[in-house]
């Protein structure tokens, strides 16, 4: 089992920065890939930013060039930068790790942004 604990969320005006952080506990060695999701009120989950064992990221289009995934060595840590965030940036973001067989999910960490 893997334990997966957002926070750093918040309200931001646009153009500003948040870095959300994601605390992973549990059977950490297992984890391999990690990803952010987030869900704006009456859209479907959608990707924003995953990274594998290997460091290898990938972006969406709305993430490339201003959000930045990474995770520390240790595993315990994954992080969301996020740079000139826009209103339609707002959404709960919620934090994922899979261990190839599953993935697990934390409980999300709202983010608002101002215009």
């Given at each position: 089992?893997?334990?997966?604990?957002?926070?750093?969320?918040?309200?931001?005006?646009?153009?500003?920065?948040?870095?959300?952080?994601?605390?992973?506990?549990?059977?950490?060695?297992?984890?391999?890939?990690?990803?952010?999701?987030?869900q704006a009120?009456?859209?479907q989950r959608e990707l924003v930013a995953s990274i594998r064992s290997?460091?290898?990221t990938y972006y969406t289009d709305s993430a490339e060039g201003r959000?930045?995934?990474?995770?520390?060595?240790?595993?315990?840590?994954a992080y969301l930068q996020m740079n000139s965030l826009k209103p339609e940036d707002?959404?709960?973001y919620y934090?994922?790790?899979?261990?190839?067989?599953?993935w697990y999910w934390g409980q999300g960490t709202q983010v608002t942004v101002s215009s």
């Open positions: 089992q893997v334990q997966l604990v957002e926070s750093g969320g918040g309200l931001v005006q646009a153009g500003g920065s948040l870095r959300l952080s994601c605390a992973v506990s549990g059977n950490i060695f297992s984890v391999t890939a990690m990803a952010w999701y987030r009120p009456g859209k290997d460091n290898v959000f930045t995934i990474s995770r520390d060595n240790a595993k315990t840590a707002t959404a709960i934090c994922a790790g899979s261990d190839v067989r599953t």
